[in-house]
């Protein structure tokens, strides 16, 4: 059983930065799966955020975070991390990380095999 643990939440103020961090715990498994992170704020359905293809050289965002946020992996460390900057009250969720056994670079919740268990981030205004 593949699973990964998100971490890196936390209460920041509007403006500031964070970066969260997701890693695996089968190393074979890691490098070539496609990765994701989603969010989910409170009353509103999860939401995709961005995603970055099995070998680290393809990503797409969101609009509403492209420009302020960063997804990259480190395969040797088996850890994806979404970097977080000039961060806004929207950007209230939790944070999951999930991962695709695809080539590609998904978008859609259901082509995601696994789920971490979510971190807070928690942007006051």
């Known amino acids: 059983q593949v699973q990964l643990v998100d971490s890196g939440g936390g209460l920041v103020q509007a403006g500031d930065s964070l970066r969260l961090s997701c890693a695996a715990s089968?190393?074979?498994?890691?490098?070539?799966?496609?990765l994701g992170w989603f969010r989910q704020a409170p009353g509103k359905e999860r939401e995709f955020v961005a995603a970055?293809?099995?070998?680290?050289?393809?990503?797409t965002y969101a609009d509403s975070v492209k420009g302020r946020f960063a997804i990259s992996r480190d395969n040797a460390k088996n850890t994806v991390y979404l970097q977080m900057n000039s961060l806004k009250p929207e950007d209230t969720a939790v944070y999951y990380c999930?991962?695709?056994?695809?080539?590609?670079?998904?978008?859609?919740?259901?082509?995601?095999?696994?789920w971490g268990q979510g971190t807070q981030v928690t942007v006051s205004s």
């Open positions: 999930a991962a695709d056994a695809s080539a590609g670079l998904p978008t859609l919740q259901k082509n995601y095999d696994y």
């Open positions: 089968r190393a074979t498994f890691f490098t070539n799966y496609a």
């Open positions: 970055i293809n099995w070998r680290g050289s393809l990503t």
